[in-house]
């Protein structure tokens, strides 16, 4: 079972930037897919972003675009999300996940972190 935790959350100003890591427990197979999911009070989890393990481009949520960034550094099994131009609609508890499929829909993926909280003020 892949053990998941993210960090890097915290409170910034709109406008600001904030980078997200998730480390993962053991090294992603290589059909594992890595996703970044938010959640925000009231509201159900949305998609914010995907990549594959090995190679492949990046998948956004088109209210992301341009303005977040998904990476991954393979030797140390990390997956990060660089979020600038943030916008106070960004907040939300973002959460990392690991699958098999190349979609969107979180009941795709199997394993998931705790979440970490991003408040951006307006």
């Known amino acids: 079972q892949v053990r998941l935790v993210e960090s890097g959350g915290g409170s910034v100003q709109a406008g600001g930037s904030l980078r997200l890591s998730c480390a993962a427990s053991?090294?992603?197979?290589?059909?594992?897919?890595l996703a970044w999911f938010r959640q925000a009070p009231g509201r159900e989890r949305e998609f914010v972003a995907l990549?594959?393990?090995?190679?492949?481009?990046?998948f956004y949520a088109d209210s992301v675009k341009g303005r977040f960034t998904v990476s991954r550094n393979n030797p140390e099994n990390m997956l990060y999300l660089q979020m600038s131009s943030l916008k106070a609609e960004d907040t939300a508890v973002y959460y990392c996940?690991?699958?098999?499929?190349?979609?969107?829909?979180?009941?795709?993926?199997?394993?998931w972190g705790q979440g970490t909280q991003v408040t951006v003020a307006s």
């Open positions: 990549i594959r393990w090995h190679g492949g481009s990046a």
């Open positions: 053991e090294r992603p197979t290589s059909k594992t897919v």
């Open positions: 996940a690991v699958g098999s499929q190349y979609e969107s829909n979180p009941r795709a993926y199997d394993y």
